[in-house]
């Protein structure tokens, strides 16, 4: 996927508009109860044209993700995850099928607009930027004019000392676990209505990791404030979800409550815990 630097900067980085409701929000906003549907997936396929034939890599897809909720969606590689993900935020458009956010269909929106309506996204693989300092970043994140103490509470929740990054260039001196929660602060730092993190612990050691998870706990705690959407392979973020999504060949295999889904992956190659993943990595034993 290519597109203009202006464009990742908005989708990003600008949260004008795209905050929560606040004592300055437009008169239409739609009041956020548990129950309501927030996101509508609508009969959504998506398909890329192979050496040969078209391959279709979303299949009918149908979901319904309400307001406030923390949803994790899971399931083997090559499944399409990270494509639906890219299809709700813009970065794809699907070959038919309609999406919609709070009722409006936003299928033939830009990028830039669905940001603008309150839907933020973290890469599974982060881009870098010469010249752009972390602290540039968080408070184009925000939307906001925003003091260096502050950016660093986003920074520290990640778990990075803040004073080493605040003023670090966000290029390729960065390791890719400390540009992977860089851009997962900058995303807390946006407090969008539909937060979408795509394997936000891939590259993430394992002590960060522990970290990590209380992140999500707490945003899970809060999504009063809007609905959360992981695409996980981790038993402990798992764990956490209210409701868990199987995507496999480019459906929805299962979906339904942590209860109810939880019980059927432990044991699969769906769900590896860290420790195992751990191990297998020969990284160490736990
Ligand atoms: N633009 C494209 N052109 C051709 N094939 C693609 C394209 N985008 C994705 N695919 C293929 O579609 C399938 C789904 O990819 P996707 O990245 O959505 O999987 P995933 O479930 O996120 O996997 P992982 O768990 O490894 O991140 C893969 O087989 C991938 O190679
Ligand atoms: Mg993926």
Redesign the pocket.
């Known amino acids: 996927?290519l597109w203009g630097l202006d464009e990742y900067f908005f989708f990003h980085y600008n949260g004008y508009g795209a905050r929560r409701p606040c004592a300055s929000a437009p008169t239409n906003w739609v009041i956020h109860e548990k129950g309501n549907t927030m996101l509508e997936l609508r009969d959504i396929s998506f398909e890329?044209?192979?050496e040969k034939a078209q391959?279709e890599?979303?299949r009918n897809v149908n979901l319904k993700i309400e307001e406030n909720r923390f949803v994790v969606i899971t399931?083997?590689?090559?499944?399409?995850?990270?494509?639906?993900?890219?299809l709700i935020a813009g970065i794809?458009k699907p070959t038919s099928g309609k999406i919609f956010l709070d009722g409006e269909d936003i299928t033939e929106k830009s990028i830039t607009e669905r940001a603008r309506l309150g839907i933020s996204f973290a890469f599974?693989q982060p881009v870098r930027f010469k010249g752009i300092q972390v602290l540039d970043l968080i408070r184009m994140a925000a939307g906001k004019q925003m003091s260096a103490a502050e950016a660093c509470r986003y920074l520290s929740e990640v778990g990075l000392c803040a004073k080493d990054y605040i003023n670090r260039e966000v290029n390729a001196s960065l390791s890719g676990g400390e540009l992977k929660r860089i851009e997962i602060a900058t995303v807390l730092a946006r407090g969008t209505k539909l937060s979408v993190f795509?394997?936000p612990e891939a590259g993430i050691d394992l002590w960060s990791f522990q970290n990590l998870i209380q992140v999500f706990e707490r945003m899970q705690e809060k999504t009063k404030d809007g609905s959360i959407l992981i695409?996980s392979?981790q038993e402990r973020i798992l764990n956490i979800a209210d409701e868990i999504v199987v995507?496999a060949e480019?459906q929805i295999a299962q979906q339904g409550s942590r209860e109810e889904i939880l019980p059927k992956l432990l044991g699969t190659a769906s769900a590896v815990t860290v420790c195992s993943r751990f191990y297998q990595g020969g990284e160490g034993q736990c």
Do not use: R, W
Request: charged share 20%.
């Open positions: 996927m890329v044209s192979g391959k890599i979303i399931g083997p590689n090559g499944g399409g995850k990270s494509t639906l993900a890219k794809e599974q795509d394997e695409i392979h995507i480019g």
